[in-house]
């Protein structure tokens, strides 16, 4: 947190008590999904970064909790059972918000960050309904990416699946496609391959089906989970449009500290969810180290965090 952002806090919420703390990081990725490291290595770099609770939200999967949790306890971290769910776009992106950001286009899916209790670790019957609503995006992965196999192919890049598959132990996703189409010379990097080919409205780029974000919302209640929006800025949404549509859904809250976002969006957001009574949260949004990322490092008012999170801190 910058003075300029402190300042701008302080002449906003007047002599309102505000808590801050930087040991929480709540958006990380590992091998399971998208992410560079295997959960015990970012267990141990969370615990270099001073993070105390971590979350691990690994893409539409839940594979990766088990091993989580014994990493987190061997760098004695209170760990967080997460998943980052992809879902459908809520509002379509607005072209004066988006050029306002600086950005050319919004992402094709919405990004929704469920958490849930330490207990769900040892219910058989909660995981075993949560992997079963997780499946159809977990097993749509594998359709959508032969379609952008095929559509490589036709442009005389020929990879084969199983070159793809083998690099995913968790959810396959476009990350593995890229590293593979570096190795095979087609590309010399991951960004090159998503600005030509396969990011969001690239020439082999695939859409896939994807739930309602209120239905994911209704999900992860119904099992005992919270919700919140992840990097809200990727959306190219008005951020008063935005809090006002996630509050008529019943999201729990939004990732306003989030590296993505700068002070001036952070301020922004972060007075439109008070105003709204809508909890914040807060996540690096760790990949891994060679895409320049670090985990932590950032800090959250607890005072606006949902009440969730404080059972997490005995």
Known sequence: MTWIFENILREHFGAMVMEWTSKFDLHSHSTYS??????????????????????????????????????????????????????????????????RQGKDRASSSWHLLAY??????????????????????????????????????????????????????????????????VDAGYVSSSKEAFDKYIGDGGIAFVEREEPPLEEAIFFVHKIGGITSLAHPLYYGVPVEELIEYLSRLGCDAIEVFHRSHSDEYRFELLTAAKNANLGVTVGSDFHGQTHGHTPGNMVVTKTFMPNFFQEFES
């Not at 776009?89 to 918000?97: F, L, P, R, S, Y």
């Not at 952008?148 to 699946?161: H, N, S, V």
Request: aromatic fraction near 4%.
């Open 34 to 99: 998208d992410g560079e490291h295997s959960t015990e290595l970012v267990a141990s770099l969370m615990k270099e970064n001073d993070v105390q609770i971590w979350s691990l939200t690994d893409h539409d999967t839940i594979s990766g909790w088990a091993d989580a949790s014994k990493s987190a306890a061997q760098h004695d971290l209170t760990f967080i059972p997460g998943i980052e769910i992809t879902c459908n776009v809520g509002i379509e992106a607005n072209e004066g918000e988006l050029s």
């Open 116 to 181: 849930f209790p330490q207990t769900i670790l040892n219910d058989r019957k909660r995981l075993d309904e949560l992997h079963q609503w997780l499946l159809p995006l977990h097993t749509g992965r594998v359709p959508r990416m032969v379609l952008m196999l095929e559509r490589l192919e036709m442009l005389g890049m020929p990879i084969a699946l199983e070159d793809v598959t083998k690099r995913a132990p968790g959810s396959l996703g476009r990350p593995h496609l890229a590293q593979a189409m």
